[in-house]
C-alpha cells in the first residue's frame, strides 16, 4: 500500500522568484556603489557570478542532479551577488573566483546543498578570504584622493575604468592604456572605520549642517566616508523591500540594528569617538545594513521561532560591536553572522515555536470551565 504524506503548505512563491526579489534589493546599493567607487564591483559581480554557476554545474555533474533544475533556483547568484560587495572593488580577478568557489564548494555544497548548509556560504567564503589575504581583502579604492581631476570627477570615465580594469587584471597592464602607476598603495585604502578607527565625522550630515554648498552636491561627491552611508542606505531601502514583499520578517534585522545601536549608544562618549564610535558610525558605516536585511535573515542559517529570531539578532549585534571595539577585525559582520549561525539550532531548541493544541510553559493554553 502506498504510503500516504501528511498535507503541508505551501508558501506563494517558489524559492527562484525569492531570490529574484532579493536580487533586485540589492540593486540599490549596487548602483550607489558603482556610482561613487566605479565598476570594480561590477567586475568582481560578474567574475564571482560565473565561478558560482561553474561551481554549482560541476558539483551537480559529480552528484548526478539535474543542471537546469538546479541553476535555476537563484540561490547561488545571491551568493555571488553578497559576496561581491564583501570584496573591494578592483580587487585582482582571482580574489573573487577564488571566495566564491570556497564558498559554494565548502560553504554549501559539503553539507549538502541548498537548504542544508549550517553557515551561510557568503560569509563562509568571506571570512576565508579575510583570513587567507588580510591585505589585498582591506585594501579599498580611493574614489577622490591620489587621482587626477579628471578622474575625481567622474570615476565613472575611461580612464577610470582602464585603471580598475588593470588592479583587476594585472597582467592587461602592457595591453591597455591609462595613467597606471607601480604599486597599489596609491590606489587603494582602508574602509572607514579601519581608516578612521570609528573618528570619521559623519559626511552625509556634515554636508546637511554645511551652509555654504548644497546638500545634494556635497552628499554624493565621490568621496569613501560618503559613498559607504549611501550604500548602507540603499541595503536599508532594499530592506525594507524585503520587509514589505514579506521575504523576510523584522525580528532579526530589529534586533541586530537595536542591540548594536544601543551598545554603541551607552558606550559613546563625544570626547572618545576613536574608540568607541558614535551609533550612526556603527549602523551607516561598514557592511551593517547588509548584515542585518540581508545575510543574518538566511532562512536555512536562521532560527525558525519568532523568539529565538529576536535572540539570534541580539547575539549578532552584541558579537558585531564587541568584535568592532575589542577584536583585531573592525569589519566583523561576518565573523558575527558565522557565530549566530552556530548558535541557531540551540536557539530553536531552548525557544520553540508554540506547537498548536499543546501547553507548553511559555505558552499555556486556556481551558473552558465547565458549567
Given amino acids: 500500500m502506498p504510503a500516504i ?3 503541508f503548505l505551501c508558501g506563494a512563491r517558489s524559492v527562484a522568484q525569492i531570490m529574484q526579489l532579493v536580487l533586485l534589493a540589492c540593486l540599490p546599493a ?3 556603489s558603482t556610482w561613487f567607487f566605479g565598476i570594480g564591483l561590477l567586475l568582481n559581480l560578474i567574475l564571482a557570478s560565473l565561478t558560482a554557476l561553474l561551481m554549482e554545474s560541476l558539483v551537480c555533474l559529480l552528484r548526478a542532479r539535474s543542471i537546469t533544475f538546479t541553476l535555476s533556483d537563484y540561490s547561488v547568484l545571491v551568493t555571488a551577488m553578497l559576496l561581491s560587495f564583501a570584496i573591494p572593488h578592483g580587487a585582482p580577478w582571482w580574489i573573487p573566483v577564488s571566495g566564491t568557489a570556497f564558498a559554494v564548494l565548502i560553504g554549501k555544497h559539503v553539507y549538502g546543498g541548498l537548504g542544508y548548509n549550517l553557515f551561510n556560504p557568503a560569509m563562509v567564503g568571506y571570512v576565508a578570504l579575510l583570513v587567507s589575504f588580510p591585505l589585498e581583502m582591506t585594501a579599498w579604492h580611493i574614489p577622490s584622493a591620489a587621482r587626477t ?3 575625481q570627477a567622474a570615476p565613472l570615465s575611461l580612464e577610470g575604468m582602464l585603471i580598475t580594469l588593470q588592479l583587476s ?3 592587461l597592464q602592457d595591453s591597455i592604456g591609462g595613467n597606471m602607476t607601480t604599486g597599489a598603495d596609491g590606489f587603494a585604502m582602508a574602509t572607514p572605520l579601519i581608516e578612521y578607527k570609528f573618528a570619521a565625522p559623519s559626511a552625509i550630515h556634515r554636508a546637511w549642517m554645511d551652509n555654504t554648498s548644497p546638500f545634494l552636491r556635497t552628499a554624493f561627491a565621490r568621496s569613501a566616508e560618503t559613498g559607504w552611508e549611501w550604500i548602507n542606505l540603499g541595503f536599508f531601502a ?12 523584522w525580528h532579526i534585522p ?3 540594528l537595536g542591540s548594536l545601536g544601543i551598545l554603541s ?3 559613546y562618549q563625544p570626547g572618545s569617538e576613536a574608540v568607541y564610535g558614535s551609533p550612526y558610525l556603527h549602523l551607516f558605516i561598514s557592511a551593517t545594513m547588509i548584515g542585518a536585511f540581508f545575510i543574518a535573515t538566511d532562512p536555512v542559517t536562521a532560527p525558525a521561532s519568532p523568539r529565538a529570531r529576536l535572540a539570534y539578532g541580539c547575539l549578532i549585534g552584541i558579537a558585531i560591536y564587541t568584535l568592532r571595539i575589542r577584536g583585531n577585525y573592525l569589519d566583523s559582520v561576518g565573523f558575527a553572522i558565522l557565530l549566530g549561525n552556530l548558535f541557531a539550532p540551540g536557539l530553536d531548541r531552548l525557544l520553540p515555536t508554540r506547537v498548536y493544541g499543546k501547553s507548553s510553559k511559555w505558552f499555556p493554553l486556556r481551558r473552558r470551565s465547565t458549567p
Fill in 149 to 151: 581631476a579628471a578622474e
Fill in 30 to 32: 549596487l548602483a550607489f
Fill in 265 to 267: 549608544w551607552l558606550f
Fill in 5 to 7: 504524506s501528511s498535507p
Fill in 238 to 249: 532594499g530592506g525594507l523591500f524585503l520587509l514589505w514583499q514579506r521575504i523576510i520578517s
Fill in 169 to 171: 587584471f594585472p597582467f
Fill in 254 to 256: 530589529v534586533a541586530v
